[in-house]
C-alpha cells in the first residue's frame, strides 16, 4: 500500500515560509513590502574572498573545487574554525571535535536525531526560536518550557530551571545571543547553567548562530565551562553573510560528534565544497575581523535606529533593549494586540509590513511580534516601524 | 541523563568513506593509490557556466547570490529541471511536481522518512547500491531482496518480483541505471514494474542518479508508466559533475512531493543557492547537450578501455557489460575469492588499488569487487586492472 508516513504528518511549513509565501502573493500583486520577518542578514561576505573563489571557479581544471569532502567537513575549515573559536572566544576545541554540516538547520536535525530516544524530556525556553520543537516532537522528545519574564530582561532563574530538571531530562536548548529577543546570556548564568548540566547530567545544546553578533557586552562560549555536557550548533549564515549557501558547524564531545557525523553523513553525505572553500578562505584572511567588526556596527547602529522609531512610533510596546543577534521582540498587548498572528496578518495587507508573531516563539507572550533591524535599509525600517504604530491605532481585536 | 540515541547506533561509516580512510592513511604514507572504488566523476561542468557563476560572484552587491531561496527550489531551476526531463526523456513533469534537494542522497533520505512507517517492507534488488539499505533500516522497514543473476544479464524477472509483494510492501527501490552493475533497464521491464506497481499499489523509488550516462540502449523514464506511483531520485553530481556542491532534485506525484519538502525543509531547509544557480544556467545554455554528450563519449571511451584491459589480465572474472552509470561489477569467484572485503584489503595494502568489495551491495555476490571506469585516466585504470589480475595470482583465502 502506498501512502506516507505517520510520523512525518505534524511537518508544517516555518513560519517564516508562511509569511514568505503571502508576502510574495502580495508582491506579484505589485505591492512593495517592507520586510522585517526574515532571519536573512543584508550583508554578503567580503569582496576579496569572493574574488578569490572566483578566481579558482575559472581556473580550477580537475575536480579539486567539485568533489566530495569528507562527512565531517574539510581538514583546513575544521582548523580554522578551530583558531577562530580560540581566537574569538578563547575556547579550546579540537578540529577533531568539529563537524561541519550543510547549514544550522542540519546541526540541529542531526544533533536531536543522535541523543534523544522517545519519552526524553528536553526544556526549551518560552520565548525561543521556533525550529527546534517540531523536530524535537518528530522525535518524541516531550518538550517542557521554561517561562521567561520580559520584566526581568528574560533573565534565566536557575532555580526555576533546576526545578524542571527530572531523571528523563536529555537536554535544555539555550539560543545565545537570543533569537527573538536579542537577549545575551551573562557569564555568571551561563557558568551556573553549565554546573547544573553537569551536576544533573544533561545535555546543553547551545545554538549560537548569532555568537559574533554582539552590540553590547560579550558572547560566552559556555563550551568552557562544561565541554563533555555541550553540544554546541553554529552557522556561517549571519556572518559572514551567506544563508543560501548552506554551511555551518558543530562541536561538542568526541562521541557525540561521532555520531552526529553519521547522521549527516545518511542525511546529506558531505558539506557543500565551495562554501566550505569560500569560508576557510574568510577566517583565515585579513579581512575576517575587519569584516565582523563592518557587520557589527553597521547592525549595532539599525538596532538603535529601530529602538529610537519604537520608542517615537511605539511607546507602550515593551521590549528588552537587544544586546545581540538581529531581532527586537515587542509586546504590543498594552495596545489591545492578544493574537499577533491575527495582527500581522491585519498589518501585512493592509500596512505591506510583513513581521512574525510572538505565538511561534512562546506560549505566553501571543501579544508580541519579532521584528529583524538588519533586513530593510534604516529608512525603510523606521518607515516600516511607523507604519506599525499608525496600525495598531486602527486595529480592533474580536 | 545524557547519552545518545538507540535508533542511531545501527550507523555505520559508508563503504566508500571507509576505504577513503585506509586510502588516506596509505597516501599519507607516501603510497600512490590507483583509485577505483570512488563513485566521484573525473569531468567537472562545463568552463563556459563556471565564468558566468564566478562573474555574478564577483559583481554582485546584494544577497541574490547568497539568501535562503524557497524549500522546493528556485522556480527557475525547478523550470529548468522540468524541460530538461521533457527534451531528454519525453516526460511531462510540472515543476511544481518537482523539489531540489541538498544532492541525490538528501533525496533518499527526506523520501524514505516522507513514506516509511516501522514495519512496511521494502524491495531492494540483489545486488544494489548500498545506500538505501541503513536508510531504511532506521526508519523501521523490512527489507526484502530479489535475488538478480549475473548470467541473466541481471535481469528483472517479473514474476519472482511478484511473488515477494505483500500487503505490506509499501516501496520497490531500483537504481537505473545500475550502481554497481551498470546495467540499464530496458523499456519493457520498466513498463512491467511499473504495472505491478499500479495494480498492487506499492511505490517505486527509482533512483535515476546516472539517468544521462547510457552508453547503449536509452534510459526508460519509468515515470511515464505510472505518475502515482513513482518517486524519483536524481542529482547533479553526476552531470554536470559536481558531486561536492550537494545538488539534486526528486519528483513524483503532488502529495508525496509535499511531505519530502517539508522534511527536507526541516533537515536542511533549502538547497544551495550557488549550486541552484550553476545548474540553472548548465540546463538553459547551449552547452549542456554538448557537455553531456562529451562526458558519455569520454566514459563510454574508458568503459571499453576497462572491458578490454578486464579481457586480457582478468580472463575468468565474470560481468555484464555495462550499458550505463561508472561501474563494472566483476565476479571474482572463478578465482577462489569468497570473502572480496579481504581480497579488497588485500589488494589496497599490497598493490596499492581501492575497490569496493561486492558484500556491499549483495547478500551473494560476495566475491565480487566494483570498478569505476571513470575515476582514473585510461593508462591507470588499465594499470589498476592489470594489478588485480596479479594480486589473484598472489591471494590465498582461508
Redesign the interface.
Known amino acids: 500500500?502506498?501512502?506516507?508516513?505517520?510520523?512525518?504528518q505534524a511537518?508544517?511549513?516555518?513560519p517564516t515560509?508562511k509569511i514568505?509565501a503571502l508576502r510574495e502573493r502580495l508582491r506579484r500583486e505589485g505591492r512593495d513590502i517592507i520586510v522585517l520577518s526574515?532571519g536573512?542578514?543584508?550583508i554578503?561576505?567580503p569582496?576579496e574572498v569572493?574574488?578569490l573563489?572566483?578566481?579558482e571557479?575559472?581556473e580550477?581544471?580537475?575536480?579539486e573545487?567539485?568533489?566530495?569532502?569528507?562527512?565531517q567537513g574539510i581538514a583546513e575549515l575544521r582548523e580554522a574554525v578551530s583558531e577562530d573559536l580560540k581566537r574569538l572566544g578563547g575556547v579550546d576545541v579540537d578540529p577533531d571535535n568539529i563537524v561541519i554540516v550543510?547549514?544550522g538547520?542540519?546541526g540541529m536535525?542531526a544533533t536531536i536525531?543522535?541523543?534523544?530516544?522517545p519519552g526524553d524530556e528536553v526544556i526549551l525556553l518560552d520565548p525561543t526560536y521556533f525550529g527546534y520543537k517540531?523536530?524535537l516532537e518528530?522525535?518524541g522528545a516531550v518538550v517542557k518550557r521554561l517561562r521567561l519574564s520580559i520584566d526581568d530582561g528574560f533573565k534565566i532563574d536557575i532555580d526555576k530551571l533546576s526545578e524542571l530538571v527530572t531523571?528523563?531530562?536529555?537536554a535544555l536548548v539555550l539560543v545565545d545571543p537570543d533569537n527573538p529577543t536579542g537577549n545575551v546570556i551573562d557569564r555568571d548564568t551561563a557558568r551556573a547553567i553549565a554546573d547544573l548540566a553537569r551536576e544533573r547530567?544533561?545535555?546543553v545544546i547551545s545554538d549560537e548562530a548569532y555568537r559574533t553578533l554582539v552590540y553590547e557586552g560579550e558572547h560566552t562560549y559556555i563550551y568552557k565551562y562544561a565541554p563533555e555536557?555541550v553540544i554546541s550548533i553554529n552557522t556561517f549564515s549571519k556572518d559572514p553573510?551567506?544563508?543560501?549557501?548552506?554551511l555551518g558547524f558543530v562541536y561538542g564531545p568526541r562521541?557525540?560528534m561521532g555520531?552526529i557525523k553519521?547522521?549527516a553523513?545518511?542525511?546529506?553525505?558531505?558539506?557543500?565544497?565551495?562554501?566550505q572553500r569560500l569560508v576557510t578562505m574568510y577566517l583565515r584572511s585579513e579581512v575576517r575581523i575587519k569584516h565582523m567588526n563592518y557587520i557589527i556596527n553597521e547592525y549595532r547602529s539599525r538596532r538603535d535606529v529601530a529602538m529610537e522609531a519604537v520608542s517615537k512610533y511605539l511607546p507602550r510596546a515593551k521590549f528588552v533593549r537587544p544586546r545581540g543577534s538581529m531581532f527586537m521582540f515587542l509586546d504590543l498587548s498594552s495596545y489591545g494586540v492578544k493574537d499577533a498572528e491575527r495582527f500581522s496578518q491585519y498589518l501585512l495587507e493592509n500596512y505591506s509590513v510583513a513581521v512574525i508573531p510572538g505565538s511561534y516563539f512562546s506560549e505566553v507572550y501571543t501579544g508580541a511580534i519579532r521584528i529583524s533591524f538588519v533586513a530593510e535599509s534604516r529608512d525603510r525600517l523606521v518607515e516600516g516601524i511607523r507604519r506599525i504604530g499608525e496600525a495598531l491605532n486602527n486595529y480592533k481585536e474580536g
Open positions: 500500500m502506498r501512502g506516507l508516513s505517520t510520523a512525518t511537518f508544517r511549513e516555518s515560509r514568505d526574515t536573512q542578514p543584508s554578503p561576505p569582496p569572493r574574488a573563489l572566483a578566481k571557479l575559472v580550477s581544471r580537475g575536480m573545487l567539485f568533489g566530495y569532502t569528507p562527512s550543510n547549514g538547520q542540519e536535525f536525531m543522535s541523543i534523544i530516544n517540531p523536530i518528530y522525535f531523571h528523563r531530562t536529555k547530567d544533561f545535555w555536557h553573510g551567506m544563508p543560501g549557501w548552506r562521541d557525540v555520531r553519521l547522521a553523513e545518511e542525511m546529506t553525505y558531505c558539506p557543500p565544497i565551495i562554501a
